[in-house]
């Protein structure tokens, strides 16, 4: 009997192999709907779009190294500075953090076996690559936009930018919108329902609570952008007036739709990132979080006093008096749940045991320059200086710091800390170690001496200024400080790419991790988990007994959940155990459905509008054919 | 183990109704739903928050000598809708009793009440559009934009009627039941979006 019962764990396993295997080549990945495969997708494309971010921002640097350059000319500088911003929010953070980080782990920290809505999740990818070759469609045939990322009008009107180059803006972010809403909704829903019975709440990493507030505050801050958006069209093609003064329209009305979804999107961007920090932090200091329930609060609180300083980007614009005080203090109340989370992370650190490893390092970058940049949002919010310095290199400065260092150092450090989960293989550790110090030299020295500079005056988005101005030696460091920071992004990337063929096997779990992912193989299997986990606590790794008892249900057979394409599904708030589901395996649908879309997308922006017409029929017909099947006929 | 149901594997009425009396959670179709519908009512209250901005940016309202909207029509034909919301109603009712045959026959009644509405609502829009038009000034605008963006939300609830329509004329099952339920959430919502766009579109005249 001792020698049959192993043998019986490993039969279903091979039946769950079976059931959940998916076709391996092109086509397998077309119609994938496995989560980790999806990630993985994310992860490739984001990251192209970094790479074309990066290379427009090079350009910009290469272009203001010294006084009065011609590296690029004017028009060109404000389609590379447009393009950059635009690429960088809408195509690389959000895709990467939500996309990649989100599709790859939250079913894997909630012991599930795939998101809620796996042909949906799907689907948002499609438009995510379909959105952003439609906006890099444009940036080749010379239709970049130029009006800047937050797009001002009237300047973004037909009248001051007849080209199609702000169409494409317009187009391709109310269709990246709908990928992006699309997925929110897909993350709240699994977070909400799939996860493992007895995973109440308060037992869930607070990983997956950061990632909940980024996808409710992307439901609610979404549809102002495409309010917006959708309402320059109207202008733009149809002649419609909103933003036109003269035929009673108004020109903040613009401004106003874009911060109320701007500033949230602030949050949405850097929100992930504490949610990796709060992952890395007790792995690497052996122990858990301070302040759990507090820290927990915190991520949602960002999100949601997020939408009520959005004016903080007006304070120049002549808002009344009263108004630009509410924003100000609203905005300094963003102070509170951001020190919760930071003396958490700082008390986590001194009273636990650092083992000072790559992932550690980013994060501990991370607090640095989100302290910095923090300290220098405050400033903002003194609105006197506010007028004084909008629009200069200071609020650059200060911005990077934010959305650069803090939002996009931990997504580094994230990549280094599960790369060994996803690739089963271990990266080089002096190389990953050598790759933050020159990310994080060069991140200072590109943008620390824009604060000076800003205090100096030198106004953000001209294309060059005069040698007289004292502002040459710093604007040369800068440029120096970029490509440093290009190298040392460089050298992530290649020693994470040579480590995917080279690096050392590793187990399921080489750091000792806190949360679930690190119970399952390295890489996990495409059912994730033969038994559905038991849970009794947020560090679910580190309750020997609840491991332990797993590998007894998987020779017992209970939960094991092998009847076809099956995960638990349960309350929302308990946890409690409510009915088994049966999810939908691979279908062409999803990007058929999104090649469509990117037809009438493109008609539209041809304003050949029977063509458009013809392609909502074509989407009509392929989500009947979606829809055709049910889970039960399968 | 055992008590747990494997739940979209009920076909028949009896099946069905009994996954639906055991249930102690929404399904996940109903808050993908939810959610939805969370997106959505921003986005219409943007725009009812974008056409009192412009509002109150001008001294005179409708701009330009527009006529202002007549009350009546609109009144009663928002009132037709959420009339609809009872048969939507009793026929999620009827589905979860298993008594599918019952709920097509609310459902029908409901989406025969519905497509009426929208043809009157076009007719109202085309005969607005007669006397003044969206490039006219920001009024129209946005009057024309706020209208549409509803019909269009109407025009989708009824494609999902329809489709509704043909799967319960086959039987039901507990997929079916889910979209059911979730198809009478987004009609809730649209009638409520109807009451809040009607009194934004006859706001001059009140």
Partial sequence: MAVAVPREGQRRTERLERIWKESSGLLGWLTTVDHKRIGILYFFTSLFFFAAGGVEALLIRTQLIAPNQSTLDPATFNEMMSTHGTTMIFFFVVPMSLGAFGNYLLPLMIGARDMAFPRLNALSYWIFLCAGTFLYVGVFTGNAPNAGWFNYVPLASRTYSPGPGIDFYALSLIFIGISTTAGAINAIVTILKLRAPGMSLNRMPLFCFAFLAVSFALVFALPALTTALVLLELQRMLGFHFYDVVFGGNTLLWQNLFW????????????????????????????????????ALAEILVAFLGFGVWAHHMFAVGLA?????????????????????????????????????????????????????????????????????????????????????????????????????VSGRMYHEGWGKASFWFTFVGMNVTFFPMHILGLAGMPRRDYTYPPDMGWSALNLIETIGSYLLAVGLLSVFVNLAISLFRGERVGNDPWGGDTLEWSTSSPPPEYNYAVIPTVSSPYAMWDREDRERDAELLEQGRKTLEEGHETAASTAVDAEWDEVLDMPSHSPWPPLLALAMAGLFTFVLLERWIAAAIFIGVMLAVLAAWHGGEPQEA | MSEIPRSMEATGAGAVARVAQRRRAQPSGWWGMALLIATEATLFSCLIATYFYLRFENTEWPIGGIEKPSVTLPLVFTAMLVATCGPVFLAVRAAKRGAPGRAWWWLALAFAVQATYLGLQIWLFADDLGKFSPSDNAYGSIYFTLLGTHHAHVAVGLLLDVWLLWKLARGITNYRLIALRVTAIYWYFVSIAAVAVVLTQLYPSL
Avoid at chain 1, 332 to 341: F, K, Y
Avoid at chain 1, 395 to 403: D, M, S
């Fill in chain 1, 260 to 295: 109320i979804f701007g500033h949230p999107e602030v949050y949405i961007i850097i929100l992930p990132a504490f949610g990796i920090a709060t992952s890395i932090i007790p792995t690497f200091v052996r122990r858990r979080m301070v302040a759990f329930p507090l820290v």
């Fill in chain 1, 321 to 421: 008096n009263s108004t630009a005080i509410y924003f100000a203090a609203a905005s300094l109340v963003i102070v509170i749940p951001s020190g919760i989370q930071l003396f958490a992370w700082i008390t986590t650190i001194l009273t636990g045991t650092p083992r000072f490893q790559t992932p550690l390092l980013w994060i501990i970058g991370f607090i640095i320059v989100f302290i910095l940049g923090g300290l220098s949002g405050i400033t903002f919010a003194a609105i006197p200086f506010d007028q004084q310095l909008t629009d200069t290199y200071y609020v650059v400065a200060h911005f990077h710091y934010v959305i650069f260092g803090a939002a996009v150092f931990p997504l580094i450090g994230g990549i280094y800390y599960w790369f060994p989960k």
